[in-house]
């Protein structure tokens, strides 16, 4: 079993910088594909990245392509998302999830993921 908390959420400007960051209990992190996904005020939970167990692989929603990074550090057990030239409509709950995986490769349905963390609040002013 995975146990995810994120930090990092906040208020920032348009066009400003947010690093989220998950952190996960337990020890075999690095057999865990993970994703980042996000939900705003009235509407559904959406993806936004994903990363395979190494690292080598990652998928992005094409609203986020070019502006977030998704990264892992499997050594301290944390996922990272690197968020740049923020926009007012990333404006949400971001939420961490992992999946045990049995292939380096990622996942970008929200109901291939088995855990999930509590969210971060970000809020992009405009």
């Known amino acids: 079993q995975v146990q995810l908390v994120e930090s990092g959420g906040g208020l920032v400007q348009a066009g400003g910088s947010l690093r989220l960051s998950c952190a996960a209990s337990g020890r075999t992190f690095s057999s865990y594909a993970m994703g980042w996904f996000r939900q705003a005020p009235g509407k559904e939970r959406e993806f936004v990245a994903a990363?395979?167990?190494?690292?080598?692989?990652?998928y992005y929603a094409d609203s986020v392509k070019g502006r977030f990074t998704i990264s892992r550090d499997n050594a301290k057990n944390t996922l990272y998302l690197q968020m740049n030239s923020l926009k007012p409509e990333d404006t949400a709950v971001y939420y961490c999830?992992?999946?045990?995986?049995?292939?380096?490769?990622?996942?970008?349905?929200?109901?291939?993921?088995?855990?999930w963390g509590q969210g971060t609040q970000v809020t992009v002013s405009s």
């Open positions: 999830a992992a999946r045990r995986a049995y292939s380096n490769t990622y996942y970008y349905h929200g109901g291939q993921y088995d855990y």
């Open positions: 990363i395979s167990w190494s690292g080598g692989s990652t």
